[in-house]
């Protein structure tokens, strides 16, 4: 019988299978940090259990790390807390730990993949909504609660109901200044911030086979912002190659069957979907959000939509948006101005993202009256840029390359945007607040963000480039 990607994932993983319920699904990996592992691993004590697999379980700090002066105490009381918890508790249960001056150390969903933890056909989960991004590699790859990241402690399995299976195929070329962050946005805007609840998505189309593992992992961790459960592509050569020599991927013999069983894991020809959406890349312009949701996304050449174009049951949230965002209905945003310019977060903190900005801003200065902040999404990422330079084109056009973190995509350390600042952010989320308190986020893709911070307001980065 003819099955997707995901079935040929989900299936193997299934231990048991409750009548019109959930399914035990086993987890291959379990990623933990200090924000959703306390309370946990506080759980487990109480009911005097152990971590079942604690091999299978890996931990970092990323989301209340500080991106400056790493090596000294860190001040905010509450992240201070959580991170000593994180080392205590992995020092306890026997877990390994890439806290802070660890060569390893990042945000989740960047060391995953970039360490070759992450590989095709598991099961991966954190109690990180955007662990979705390891879909990339053709895993089935979610965000829990703080209940089941206790649950997956104690069994290595989760109860999970299986979800409907949608495909997205991308066909075409990419215009000039177009990423795949921008890629993402678009289908967003077009079926909204809950158009793929209770779906799997599957990527595909040669627009997206065309793309790097990097610009995969952007697309993956944004299903979320669609309601999806998990984003997936199914893995081939240029996945193969990115994996290959990693710290933790397979070698010899074993990297041999390894590959023998990913070349297997891709959806047959005559497989169903639940729903399919069909786009036509060259439709697709550099995006950016006027509101605060991720599908509230117009180009960047566009209007925001007028109140006639808004359905009735939807114009009070709209208004409410606009009101926050100081901006207009039928307005343009092209040339409105911007404060801080953030590039950075688990959507787009890697070395290729890093490099496609320094290679953009190279020979030019900042606004002078923008902020920017360059946060690399891991240790590795850091010595990368600054073993190729990156850190000093940087320096010279008034760029600030700091150290790894969640930083200012959700303002939990100091990194946060003051109240009525516009950001133009290349990370994954606008709601209100998000960035700090009365924060206004436009999310973009690392190109348009960058022009941003050269000319001070929001450009379409086509007319530089």
């Known amino acids: 019988m003819p099955k997707t990607l995901f079935e040929k994932i989900w299936d193997p993983h299934v231990i048991k299978t409750i009548p019109d319920g959930p399914s035990i699904l086993y987890i291959d990996k379990h990623f933990i940090h200090e924000v959703t592992s306390p309370q946990a691993f506080k759980g487990l004590e109480q009911r005097g259990l152990n971590v079942f697999r604690p091999d299978q379980v890996v931990a970092t700090a990323d989301h209340n790390v500080p991106t400056l002066n790493q090596h000294l105490p860190i001040k905010e009381e509450l992240s201070r807390i959580q991170v000593d918890t994180l080392q205590r508790n992995c020092s306890k249960f026997g877990i390994e730990l890439y806290g802070l001056g660890h060569p390893f150390q990042g945000i989740v969903p960047v060391i995953g993949p970039e360490l070759g933890i992450t590989q095709p056909g598991m099961t991966i989960v954190c109690g990180d909504s955007h662990t979705s991004t390891h879909g990339a590699f053709g895993t089935i790859a979610f965000g ?35 990423l795949s962050k921008d890629i993402i946005l678009y289908i967003i805007s077009r079926i909204s911030a809950s158009g793929a609840t209770g779906f799997a998505v599957e990527y595909a189309g040669t627009a997206i086979r065309a793309l790097s593992m990097e610009a995969r992992m952007t697309i993956c961790n944004m299903s979320i912002e669609m309601g999806a459960r998990c984003g997936m592509i199914a893995p081939d050569e240029i996945t193969f190659n990115y994996i290959k020599g990693r710290p933790f991927a397979p070698r010899g013999e074993d990297w041999t069957k390894a590959l023998a069983t990913w070349k297997t894991l891709f959806t047959d020809e005559a497989a169903k979907f639940d729903r399919e959406l069909y786009i036509d890349a060259s439709d697709i312009e550099p995006m950016i959000t006027y509101g605060t949701n991720p599908g509230m996304g117009i180009g960047i050449s566009g209007n925001i939509p007028g109140m006639h174009e808004i359905e009735e049951k939807e114009k009070s949230s709209f208004e409410k948006s606009l009101r926050y965002m ?140």
């Open 144 to 178: 829990i609660g703080t209940s089941e990241v206790e649950m997956a402690l104690a069994t290595q399995c989760l109860m999970q109901h299986r979800p409907k299976l949608m495909r997205i195929n991308v066909q075409g070329k990419l215009n000039k200044g177009v």
């Open 326 to 465: 100081g901006l207009e209905a039928g307005a343009g945003i092209k040339g409105k101005k911007v404060d801080y310019v953030f590039i950075g977060s688990c959507t787009n903190s890697r070395i290729e993202d890093l490099r496609m900005v320094a290679a953009f801003v190279k020979g030019k200065q900042k606004a002078a009256d923008v902020q920017v902040w360059i946060v690399p999404g891991s240790k590795q990422v850091e010595q990368q840029a600054r073993a190729e330079g990156i850190d000093k084109i940087f320096a010279d056009a008034g760029f600030l390359l700091r150290q790894p973190g969640c930083s200012a995509c959700l303002g939990m350390n100091e990194d946060k945007i003051p109240a009525g600042k516009y950001c133009i952010s290349t990370s994954n989320r606008n709601f209100e607040g998000r960035q700090g308190p009365n924060a206004r986020t436009f999310l973009a893709s690392p190109l348009t963000a960058a022009a941003a911070a050269i000319t001070g307001s929001v450009s379409d980065v086509r007319e530089m480039m």
